[in-house]
């Protein structure tokens, strides 16, 4: 069975710069600081669906 996998979407410029694989327990939307190559900066990243 493969793992469902998600992006994680800069919050600043809307790109989907990461995937991670999802964990089915968790029930809140993940936010990480994580650097944008497209910003130039680290900025906050949301899971998108």
């Known amino acids: 069975m493969a793992q469902k996998k998600i992006a ?9 710069n990461y995937t991670i694989a999802a964990n ?3 029930t809140e939307r993940l936010e990480v600081k994580k650097f944008c190559k497209f910003c130039g900066e ?8």
Do not use: G, K
């Open 8 to 16: 994680l979407a800069c919050s600043v410029c809307a790109s989907r």
């Open 24 to 26: 089915p327990n968790r």
């Open 42 to 49: 680290h900025t906050l990243h949301r899971e998108t669906r």
